[in-house]
C-alpha cells in the first residue's frame, strides 16, 4: 500500500454537519470519542473547522434552507474529502420521505461516499460503516454505481 | 558555513527537533488517553497527521491577504527553529559557545510564532480567526510580563551572565538555581508561562475548539496548517529545554530524563483544569504570577 493511500485513511478528522436532525444521530456520534469504542486508536478525531476536514459526517434530513449551505461546506473543504451520510433521514429521506420541506435527498446534491442508516445507527453500525469506507477507498470493494 | 547550515536543517535543528517534538505530541495524545481511560493512538500517528496534511489541497481565502497568509506560518517556523538550533547546540555541543547575550535574543524569537499566528489568522479574512487573533494578543501582553520578569532571577543569581553557555557553567560549578527558593518560584511562574505560550488547554482561548472552532487556525488547510502544527510540536520540545537550560543545570542526551519530568508536569497541568477565559487569564498572569515573579526577583538580589 502506497504512502499517501496510507496517510489519508490511517488520519481521518471528521467535520460534523447537521442539516435539520432531531440531534438523536449527532449524540450517537458523540459516543464514538467516548472511552468504550475510543475512535481515536485509529487516527479518527471530530474537528470544528471544514477546512481541517477530510471527511464530511451529514446527518438529517435536507430541507431547502440548509441545500446552498451544504454545497458551500463540501465547496470550501480540501480535497480529496469524502462525504458520509449517517441516519435513516441523510440516507433515504426517512419519515420525512413525502414531506413539502425537504424534497431532496442528501445524494442528489453533494457526492455520498458511503451511507450508514439507521434511526439512530448504533455507534458499532458506524464503526462498521468507516471499515467499508477505508476498504472502498483502497480498492478491495468494488461498488456498483462507479 | 556548510556546519552551520547542517545544524540549522539537519542536527539539532529543524529535523531532529521535529521528530523529538512529533514523539512527544505522541506521549500527550497517549496519556491523554489513558487519563480518560481509553487506548490511546499508535505512536506514528502524529508523523500520519502531518503526512496527510502535507497531500491535501491548500484553500486560500478569497477576501484573504494572500501572501501573509503563505508568509506567516514559515516567519514562525523559521523563528522557532533557530531557538531550537541554538538551546540544543549551547547543551550538546561544547564548543559552540552561543554569543552574548543569546538569552535576550531567544525571548524575543520565541514571541514570533505567537505573532505569525496572529498575522495569519488576521491575513485570513474570517470573523472567529479575528477573535482568535485578539485573545492570542491579550494573551502575550499578559504571560510575556511574568516571564521576562522570571527571566532575571537566573542572570541576578549568576551575577550578570548574558550567555546561556555561561549560565550553564556557573549552575555546574555553584548547583542548580532551582535548588534556591527564589530559583523555584521563578521556576514555576515560568511553567505556567510555557502552558500559555505553548497554547494548552487552561489558556489555550485563542484556538478553542468548541467554541470559536480552532479560532486562530479556522481558514488554515493542507501544508500550512501542517507547518503550524510542527511550529507547535518544535515549541513543545524548545521551551522546556530552554527552562531546564535556565535553571536546572543544562541538560545532554544522559539527562533527557529532566524533559520528560517537565513533559508530563505540563500534559497533567492541560488535563485536570477547564479552559479558562482570556480576562481570567490575564487576571491571573498580571496578579498572582506577576507578585510571584517580583517576589522571586527580590529574594535572588537578596541572595536566596
Known amino acids: ?146 | 558555513m556548510l556546519k552551520y547550515l547542517f545544524n540549522f536543517i539537519v542536527f539539532p535543528g529543524f529535523l531532529f527537533t521535529v521528530i523529538v517534538g512529533l514523539l512527544a505530541c505522541w506521549i500527550d495524545r497517549k496519556v491523554t488517553a489513558r487519563i480518560q481511560w481509553r487506548a490511546g493512538p499508535p505512536w506514528y500517528q502524529p508523523f500520519i497527521d502531518i503526512v496527510k496534511l502535507s497531500i491535501k489541497e491548500i484553500t486560500v481565502p478569497r477576501a484573504g491577504s494572500k501572501g501573509l497568509f503563505f508568509l506567516s506560518p514559515l516567519i514562525g517556523l523559521s523563528a522557532v527553529t533557530l531557538v531550537s538550533t541554538l538551546v540544543w547546540l549551547v547543551n550538546i555541543d561544547p564548543a559552540s559557545k552561543g554569543f552574548s547575550g543569546d538569552v535576550i535574543v531567544i525571548v524575543y524569537l520565541l514571541t514570533l510564532p505567537a505573532i505569525a499566528v496572529m498575522l495569519g489568522a488576521s491575513a485570513s479574512a474570517n470573523p472567529l480567526a479575528s477573535l482568535g487573533a485578539s485573545r492570542e494578543m491579550k494573551m502575550v501582553l499578559a504571560y510575556e510580563l511574568p516571564f521576562v520578569i522570571c527571566l532575571t532571577v537566573p542572570i541576578i543569581k549568576s551575577h550578570g551572565l548574558l550567555r546561556l553557555s555561561d549560565i550553564i557553567n556557573y549552575q555546574a560549578v555553584n548547583g542548580s538555581f532551582a535548588a534556591s527558593l527564589s530559583g523555584i518560584i521563578a521556576f514555576i511562574v515560568m511553567i505556567f508561562c510555557m502552558q500559555a505560550k505553548l497554547g494548552l488547554v487552561p489558556f489555550d482561548a485563542s484556538e478553542a475548539e468548541t467554541e470559536i472552532m480552532a479560532g486562530t487556525y479556522i481558514e488554515y488547510s493542507g501544508m500550512l496548517l501542517a507547518i503550524f502544527k510542527i511550529t507547535k510540536t518544535m515549541l513543545m520540545v524548545t521551551l522546556p529545554l530552554f527552562l531546564i537550560t535556565l535553571f536546572w543545570q543544562g541538560f545532554n542526551f544522559l539527562s533527557l530524563w529532566k524533559y520528560v519530568i517537565i513533559l508530563v508536569v505540563i500534559i497533567l497541568i492541560r488535563n485536570t483544569n477547564p479552559r479558562v477565559r482570556i480576562d481570567q487569564a490575564v487576571r491571573f498572569f498580571w496578579g498572582k504570577m506577576t507578585l510571584m515573579a517580583i517576589l522571586a526577583v527580590l529574594l535572588a538580589v537578596k541572595g536566596f
Open chain 1, 1 to 146: 500500500m502506497n504512502l499517501k493511500l496510507k496517510a489519508l485513511t490511517k488520519s481521518i478528522w471528521v467535520y460534523h454537519m447537521s442539516t435539520g436532525s432531531c440531534n438523536n444521530c449527532d449524540i450517537e456520534i458523540l459516543d464514538l470519542p467516548t472511552p468504550r469504542f475510543d475512535i481515536e486508536r485509529f487516527g479518527i478525531t471530530l474537528v470544528g473547522s471544514i477546512r481541517h476536514a477530510d471527511a464530511i459526517l451529514v446527518t438529517g434530513s435536507l430541507n431547502l434552507k440548509t441545500i446552498p449551505r451544504i454545497k458551500a461546506i463540501y465547496e470550501q473543504a480540501p480535497k480529496p474529502c469524502v462525504v458520509i451520510a449517517i441516519g435513516a433521514c441523510s440516507c433515504g429521506q426517512g419519515i420525512f420521505r413525502n414531506g413539502p420541506n425537504c424534497p431532496n435527498p442528501v445524494d442528489s446534491v453533494l457526492p455520498v461516499d458511503i451511507y450508514i442508516p439507521g434511526c439512530p445507527p448504533k455507534p458499532e453500525a458506524m464503526i462498521a460503516g468507516i471499515v467499508k469506507l477505508i476498504e472502498k477507498l483502497k480498492g478491495n470493494i468494488t461498488t456498483s454505481t462507479s
